[in-house]
């Protein structure tokens, strides 16, 4: 088990041979995973008296303001397929990021539960990420997206 307190969670990452810390200014653990040459910043924090652990990781794309519409509709649409939903695009800061709650009434999280969540975090991210950055940078539309998607299913 997993006590929700920064020495633990940061000891479970290390057991999961990932290379984490705390960041001073967000006091919140942070670690960096990598597809090809792109990096997936992942925040780590609890949340509420203890309770809820969040895990935030940011796509590294920006949003064009004249792309919102469509990559918010695509990210409800990932979010409607997803068995673990949390695609989330903030228009204020032109950011996405797919953001994941565990609650934890106990103050703790099995092993296996954190170790899947970090795990979906890696793979939701790196899968969706090409798409999410091309619509967000207007390289393709939406449609072009579903179009190759029906495609690539046959």
Do not use: W
């Not at 000891?11 to 990932?18: C, E, G, M, S």
């Not at 979010?79 to 009434?105: H, M, Q, W």
């Not at 795990?119 to 790196?126: A, P, W």
């Amino acid at each position: 088990m997993v006590t929700l307190s920064q020495t633990d969670l940061l000891h479970a990452l290390q057991k999961l041979q990932l290379n984490a810390e705390v960041q001073s200014e967000t006091n919140q653990i942070y670690l960096i995973f990598k597809a090809g040459e792109r990096e997936f910043p992942l925040f780590i924090r609890i949340l509420g008296e203890g309770e809820l652990l969040q895990l935030l990781t940011f796509i590294p794309c920006s949003v064009k303001p004249a792309q919102v519409s469509d990559i918010s509709r695509f990210l409800h649409m990932l979010n409607k397929e997803l068995d673990v939903p949390g695609f989330c695009v903030d228009e204020a800061t032109a950011t996405v990021f797919y953001r994941l709650i565990l609650s934890a009434p106990q103050k703790v999280v099995a092993d296996e539960t954190f170790e899947a969540f970090i795990n979906t975090s890696q793979v939701v991210c790196k899968t969706f990420s090409p798409a999410i950055e091309a619509i967000s940078a207007g390289a393709m539309s939406l449609e072009d997206v579903l179009k190759k998607a029906q495609e690539a299913k046959g």
